[in-house]
């Protein structure tokens, strides 16, 4: 049945057209007939699951498997069981009888989470990942690919309730005159669900994905993008769903594989971590740069903090150099010949035969411990050859001159087993061995900085951030290391080219999606430019692709940012954005702490999430006064919901977002570090709905007037 001619509705009849609304609310019965239909084949589903969990073990032909069945089909179960209390779908889709439609021509869809069927495998819902679903993102009026209606429904969500269907909202592509939302305009169901206020983490974004950002999310396994998106236009959410579609699209490749989420910190882990497994995926490692480093096998994670001027050093790309120089300063020429008893016979290898083995194998640059395996195998090659004058010798003859004496012993001296903790213990702690590694490549004051004051022991010594990027890229230098298939990573702008250099290590095989704002760098070592920073993660024909158009921040509170563009010293794009409903206000106060108390409680008079950002030196007393007024407050480290008002450090808003945002005292917040001004830049786009600028002090020139 063709819909009216309507792109909504409520279910309040309208005197005026009786007959219009009475189509409607048939409509919108048929619809809730429909979701009974889904429910009850989702609760039969269920069921069948929670049987399965149970029999599994009993089905499984050995431990690992049942195991392994059991913890699948646990989580099947568990993402089942949440499932009734969220819509199971949020569009639809009706193809015409048209060319363009082809196989799907008449066809209706409904397009969910994931993919439902009933009990004789009829799909109900389709994933929104599904290749026919591309057209509910990508379909328009000048390119309506098929689709002759586009339908969004419109839900009430209740704790521990089932999701209500309350409308609709349709798009006529085969009518484009007809109500159609302008180009540059939301549907209402969609804005609505973008300014809808939140608390706690990110939610995922598939009812809402808007067509450039769905381009990115359905590109190629094979390929690597760079996205510099402006705050507001969720570049986060397009790496994280891009993540969830790659591993429905590839899932053989990337099951082996394996996919990475990188992101700054673990508040930002924290926020985003319900975003995948809300998918149906969780089985994506996500984690920071610092934990994925400190958990590879012997290392202990960063405890130390390294003043300013050693990072710097230590993050720069020439260091690269150093930990090769230092490595391969372990190799020595052979000194003499080679000779190994076997038996009553005595097999020898000349100096000179051993030099030219030593020097084709580095010429082959392999990674340091292959190197040493491939010198151990074409030495006992050569003695075997002597050994075939007398007799044909067998594997275990060979693996018996492989770890003989004598082998190992040539092998120490001239290509010693190194391991990565040693050689960075004895980089940064034996002035002769960074002198001799660092040479033409570090400045004398920057060997200094470097330098520990005392000698280094491996097994016991307290490391930092960058050591462990050191050690990383040392281990890297010896063996290669864990690769995935895929890795996201967020707030690219900010890492290091040594940092670069690790994740670079683990996608070589793999693809990157790479995810940044030049405006946001706040690090000594933040790129400034993306091809830069693409070379230093191994993918520099990576394409960079702007999103500029902001759906998440207020157009008042972009307007506001963008003026800081100008002292940036970044070339970006100003951003623009579709919400026109955000409020702004800026206020001189002489106390501070009382000024942010009474922001607050103004705040918490409106629904959704309130922060409070200043700097490090100003957050005790704000903490204090709102403890001291009754305000529950919690940390950004600790944010779960149960308290609405988050006090955090500007140092950890990056890649968070509130509803209400009180930032105080933007002056200090620019003041407090080099970067200060992308500080603030980052800190005035956290705010979705509301901005409270406070300060006793004169703002920043640029926000002035």
Known sequence: MTPPDTRHRHRTPDPAAPDHD?????????????????????????????????????????????????????????????????????????????????????????????????????????????????????????????VRTRRRFGWTTRRNLPAELTGFEDEHLDRPAEHLPAEDELSGLVAAEIERPRIGPMRDIVATIQPEQDRLVRSGLEESLCVQGAPGTGKTAVGLHRAAYLLYTYPRRLNRTGVLVLGPNTAFIRYVSGVLPALGEVDIRQSTLDELLARQPARQPARAIDNASAAEVKHDVRMATVMHRALYAHLTEPTGPLTVPDGSYR????????????????????????????????????????????????????????????????????????????????????????????????????????????????RSAVWTSADLVLIDEAAGLIEHPEGFGHIVVDEAQDLSPMQCRAIARRSEHGSLTVLGDLAQATTPWAARTWPDQLVHLGKPKAPVLPLTTGFRVPAVVVGLANRLLAVLDVDVPPSRSLRTDGQLRIERVADLPAATVAAVRVALEQPGSVAVIATDRELPALTEALHTAGVDTTTADQADGSARVTVLPAALAKGLEYDHVVVVEPAAIVAAEPRGAHRLYVVLTRAVSRLDILHARPLPAPLEG
């Open 347 to 458: 097999w020898r290898v000349s100096t000179e035969a051993l030099r030219r083995l030593t020097a084709e194998v580095r010429r082959e640059g392999l990674p340091y411990s292959l190197g040493r395996e491939r010198l151990r195998a074409r030495t006992v090659a050569l003695l075997q050859r002597h050994a075939e004058t007398r007799e044909t010798p067998g594997a275990a003859w060979v693996r018996r001159m492989s770890r003989c004496r004598p082998v190992t012993a040539f092998l120490d001296a001239v290509w010693p087993a190194v391991r990565p903790e040693e050689l960075v213990a004895s980089l940064l702690g034996e002035p002769a061995v960074l002198t001799r590694a660092a040479d033409g490549v570090l400045t004398a004051d920057e060997q200094a900085t470097i330098c520990r004051r005392r000698p280094v022991k491996a």
């Open 22 to 146: 009475h189509q409607l609310d048939h409509q919108l019965a048929d619809e809730r007939r429909y979701l009974s239909a889904a429910r009850a084949a989702l609760d039969l589903l269920l069921d069948t699951t929670r049987m399965r969990v149970a029999t599994g073990a009993d089905i499984a032909g050995d431990g690992y498997t049942a195991e392994t069945l059991g913890r699948m089909l646990r989580g099947q179960a568990k993402a089942l069981a949440e499932e009734p209390d969220s819509p199971l779908y949020f569009g639809r889709l009706d193809f015409g009888s048209t060319r363009e439609a082809g196989e799907h021509d008449g066809q209706r869809y409904y397009i969910g989470r994931r993919h439902l069927a009933d009990p004789t495998g009829t799909p109900l819902v389709l994933d929104w990942r599904a290749p026919v679903s591309r057209a509910f993102y990508q379909a328009s009026t000048t390119d309506p690919q098929g």
